[in-house]
């Protein structure tokens, strides 16, 4: 039985350390904000200028001032902080945050990403993705394992545009955990009732097995 | 010297030309200068290069200027909300020039803060980084990335006084302060405009210094794009 | 993950090592982490390289670390108010490297936001320049500095909460900001320690993010170094 | 007649305009703040993080925390804003600085200026100078125009390190006011009774004269 999306988010979760400032990027990557561990508190940093981001607004409390780097209306915190996008990408390059947990088209063996461009295609922009994980100390990439006609998107190489180079540190997908470090890719966690040769059948990219 | 003019089409005249740079503040639709945009629009100015995180919607923000084909280039690092955007753009109506965001924010503060190039590690080995320079520092690559500056910038601010001095209220700040240091001229539009000593020294984020003029904004309309809510109980 | 420390001594517990890199906020002797100099110079760290815009005098701020020969080199834009300072330099017991102060200053918020080199044009034609790279860009001649970093930052705010979030005074900010993104270990003093939500967070001049400890400061001098006055009249 | 300190400095206050933004040196620079002609707003910039400087303080009013560039107590106006030194160097780098007034050991004929190292002396360091003389639109140095022991200070050529290459746009000395630009030295003003044979005898500079 494969992961769910919520059951993905709650996996990253695990990777949350007390203390840790990280960036959630669109999508799934959002959703790991409703599984942070108990006891363990951890400071939402969104890109577009902001620390310490609260939940969505109830109604009554909608601000058009205070959005996501989704566009999505939020809330602020006791802890918030505001600042330019300069500083805030200061920030991110700079390597203060710990974390940040994005999706992907694809991911290569040795860590390559990319997420922001299909040739052909209308381009919509790379937005901060390019500076999230060049600069965010470990990337962790939640996405589907296979695109929906099959293919692969774990890969020996991308053949997609870059959003960056050997940058990513770990891929949860529905099948399971895979880290990525000098030494190449290791499936370290399976989804329920999902084998190895399953896996290996969906993907592209050489792995070790560490389970 | 006085820099409070009575409303955006006075604040912008004597300043435009055609083939001009403008850089224009906002993330999205957040904390954009609704009533220059709108004046520029009106102005007719032509040909402008347009730096702008963001390109606006199809009615609203930099889409105004879209809509009449005012502008010639964007230099923006996400365009994903705006259709005729895509149809110029598609159709080679259109140029288009992609920064990594962060690296667009380091441009513009580069411009205003007289840094004509820098190193980053943002976007190496990608598309973003072809034919630019690079250099190792400790063992790693960097590419030079150049400094951006404008002609005129339109920026937009909370509350400001007649000095010129702004602050700027939530997410809303963005990338106006870099930009409002990297106008040759720059214009602001506030929500409130007050009396020099208003403001805290202490929590002015722009400095008079760069802001040439400046007007209390009218009818802002401050439109959402994702209104994401969660309802009592969740 | 508490951040908040009883003391100076304790906030410095287990940061500390011999040949370190220090970087200390401050301009002549406003703004200076009076408290944390105070524990550094107790812990008898040796061979400290400081970076700091200037020494201070002889028996206040930095001046008390040379007065126990604990440092080794200063990195500064001006230290002319040290008597020792130039004593131990003279006899060369003690490194030196000059920068210009709008350099220095840059190099800082350079190193705390991953950007390992830029391009100025101060000091191009000088000493300051020679050896370095130099790159032309519309042309003009600019010359290559690199981004600095600290083991550990020591730095003097106005308000801070228990989240990190600093707010300074005045003249008193100067080189604080940056050098607490510059630190990989960043130690906050502060006049005022608050709860949580006391601080306006469009008002935060560093995120609590870039502080990793904080203490609230004990019996500050703040010593005055040209008491200028005016009298009635004038 | 030579012009004294208050004359040089009442001098150099007829290159302010109004709506300027102005940084003054230390010395007798400091004292043209004095001599700011009457319906004429401008505005001081110290380099340690503030724009618009107000006077010194009455001693009730002193506050350690509010110095200037010289380390002395001075006050705020109304109109007052601080910021970083990162921010205020990025003013003055970035050329938002209209005018700048600084002191000088010697200056050349082209321009480049020498005033903060004297070899084998103990060197106090550059400061903001350096940043100053590149970044400011206008540079004008206030000097007397010999040293003490009556060598002369504007030179052919700079022999002490320089602060900056062709930086300076005028000098205001005790004899009278020089302009110097792409092409050369002109000698613009003379103190009274100063003669331009007298100036020509105390300068080593060539320059030109346009009385």
Redesign the interface.
């Known amino acids: 039985m494969a992961w769910t999306r919520e059951d993905m988010a709650r996996r990253a979760a695990l990777e949350l350390q ?2 840790f ?1 990280v960036n959630l990027g669109i999508g799934i990557p959002t959703l790991v904000a409703n599984f942070i561990p108990d006891g363990i ?1 951890v ?1 939402l ?8 981001m609260g ?5 009554e409390d ?7 780097a ?5 809330t ?1 915190l ?9 500083d ?10 710990a974390l940040s947990i994005l999706g992907a088209m694809q991911v290569a063996e040795n860590g ?1 990403l990319a997420n922001w461009m299909i040739p052909g295609k ?10 999230l994980v ?2 965010v100390k470990k990337v962790v990439i939640i996405m589907d394992h296979n695109a929906r006609d099959g293919s692969a998107k774990f890969l020996k190489e991308c053949t997609l ?5 050997r940058v990513v540190d770990m891929i949860i997908s529905d099948v399971g955990v895979f880290t990525i470090d000098d030494e190449g890719a290791t499936l370290v966690e399976l989804a329920p009732d999902v084998t190895v040769e399953e896996v290996q059948e969906r993907t592209e990219a050489n792995f070790k097995v560490a389970l | 010297m006085k820099k409070p003019y009575p409303d955006a089409v006075s604040a912008l005249d004597g300043v435009l030309f055609d083939g001009m740079t403008i850089m224009a503040g906002g993330f999205g639709l957040c904390g954009i200068p609704e009533n220059l945009i709108t004046a520029l629009r009106g102005s007719g100015t032509q040909n402008i290069t347009a730096i702008s995180n963001n390109a606006g919607v199809d009615d609203f923000g930099l889409g105004l200027l879209l809509q009449t084909r005012q502008i010639k280039k964007m230099i923006s690092s996400y365009v994903g909300e705006n259709k005729e955007f895509e149809r110029q753009y598609l159709a080679q109506e259109l140029e288009l020039e992609f920064n990594p965001q962060g690296t667009m924010a380091e441009r513009i503060r580069a411009g205003g803060a007289g840094i004509p190039g820098f190193y980053t590690k943002t976007g190496v080995g990608t598309l973003i980084a072809e034919g630019k320079e690079h250099k190792d520092f400790d063992g790693d690559t960097y590419v030079l990335e150049t400094g951006l500056v404008a002609d005129v910038s339109l920026v937009k601010a909370w509350k400001g006084d007649r000095e010129g001095n702004l602050i700027y209220r939530k997410t809303a700040r963005n990338f106006n302060p870099m930009m409002a240091t990297a106008g040759k001229f720059t214009v602001a539009e506030v929500e409130e405009l007050v009396e020099v000593g208003e403001l805290d020294p202490d929590q002015i984020h722009t400095p008079g210094i760069f802001v040439q003029r400046i007007i209390q904004s009218k009818d802002l309309e401050k439109r959402i794009e994702q209104r994401t809510i969660r309802t009592r109980g969740e």
């Open positions: 007390d203390g400032y508190s400071t940093q969104s890109e577009n200028g902001m620390l310490g939940p969505f607004p109830y109604e909608i601000d058009p001032d205070l959005i996501n989704g566009k999505q209306t939020i602020e006791d802890s918030t902080s505001y600042f330019s996008s300069a805030s990408f200061g920030m991110i390059r700079g390597g203060h945050i390559d209308m381009v919509k922009g790379m937005g901060g993705a390019m500076d060049a600069g545009p870059l959003t960056g180079v």
